[in-house]
């Protein structure tokens, strides 16, 4: 029975808008459950940011008033069928006109409207799910809402599945939102339920109130419940045990192919590795390197944070540097890290390249022009980079925390298994020993070296599989 009703509720949905992970699952997961047989449709915000070229083709189907308090707040909505899913873009000019996706002082009050009018705008669509599938902290409250404030039978059957990308960002606001925003019964702030140290936090309630939980990785979904991992979660965790799930998130192989990418300078595959190299060499000259294509470039793309090893990187930098190698960065973050970076790039020009900001393509460019991707984050509940270094032919080095630890199996040479290097403990000399153990290979062991590039290569990291988790996910709870 694959019949199913889902409504899947996200912030963010690539191609329409993103800052990370979150965006890309949203964008190819629901079209994989789609294509299993389930009718799913998502629902995000309009912002103002989505190109207009998907706006021009977004079709009116009327509006509804959500409350807020004594704000009586129009919600327009909006509707696209884009590569065979259909979506709903909720338009306010106040919450979603704005610069950018998160961080402005009334989030509570954003994401308690988006929250208010995913479940509302339900009658007027003529859809109605069996379950709503939320993600992260800005849909977090849907499952309480329901609980708590919708009774009526057009809501009564619906379940709910909630899904954590980032365990860190908690959405954590004032008690008063409760009432003033929520219009949500006192009943519900207490230690076993919305409450927080004396506020709300709406990561909280979508673990305490939904059916089910899943977050974006076996590994991830048991080391968050411990302290280390839990921020301050744990007790909730460990109590939703039997119901929280690791389910590994994947990439769209179909939009990702080294041999369609047309974002990428030469096309090639596991079968025709040696065309790899002409990437390098276009990737080398258009970030002002020596063109060397003997060398090895390790590839990051990161935010700059010491949650994705930063800390580490720089406390080896110079020794890293002074190996045969070039290392090439992308990303933004935090202020310290990209002066780092910088100042490497400009003392080693022919070693360091740093581009501080983000860019699709050039990533895309890194990802096929590199040798090795490095990720030795101090945890990661799923990571995408390293799985988009298999599908490009780029060796991923990792340290082994949440679904790098699922992805990346270090290379055994007594056994011949393992497809990249990994190290456990958050130490920079272990980071940079392994790094070294890879270049090695790289130099010295050419004919092992393609054989562990070839096999990333060849592996499935597709949805495929993970979107079959999903549909019997959606079935357990159908039955809870």
Known sequence: ?????????????????????????????????????????????????????????????????????????????????????????????????????????????????????IIEMLPLIGFKPDIIHCNDWQTGIVSLLLKANYKE???????????????????????????????????YFTPDGIEYHDCVNYMKAGLVYSDSISTVSPTYAQEIKTDFYSEGLKDILVKRSKDLYGILNGIDYDKNDPKTDRRIYAHYSADSISLKYENKKKLQEELGLPVRPEVPVIGIISRLTAQKGFDLIEHVLEELIQMDIQLVLLGKGDEHYKQVFEDAASRHRDKVSASITFSDTLAQRIYAGSDMFLMPSLFEPCGLGQIFGFRYGSVPIVRETGGLNDTVFAYNEETGAGNGFTFADYNAHDMLNTIRRAVSFYYDRKDIWKLIVERGMRADFSWNKSAREYMKLYHETLHK
């Open 1 to 117: 029975m694959n019949n199913l009703n889902i409504l899947f509720a996200s912030s963010e949905v690539f191609p329409f808008a993103k800052t990370g992970g979150l965006g890309d699952v949203s964008g190819s997961l629901p079209k994989a459950i789609s294509k299993l047989g389930a009718d799913i449709r998502v629902v995000m915000p309009n912002y103002k940011g989505i190109p207009q070229a998907y706006k021009d083709k977004m079709e009116f189907m009327g509006y509804i008033f959500a409350d807020l308090s004594w704000r009586h707040q129009y919600c327009g909505i909006l509707k696209l069928v884009y590569e065979d899913v259909t979506y709903y873009f909720l338009d306010n000019e106040y919450y979603f006109s704005r610069n950018e996706l998160y961080g402005d002082f009334d989030e509570a009050e954003q994401f308690t409207f988006f929250s208010k009018a």
């Open 153 to 187: 039978p057009h809501y009564s059957k619906i379940k709910t599945v909630f899904t954590i990308h980032n365990l860190k960002y908690q959405g954590i606001f004032p008690k008063s939102v409760l009432s003033d925003l929520m219009n949500v019964d006192w009943q």
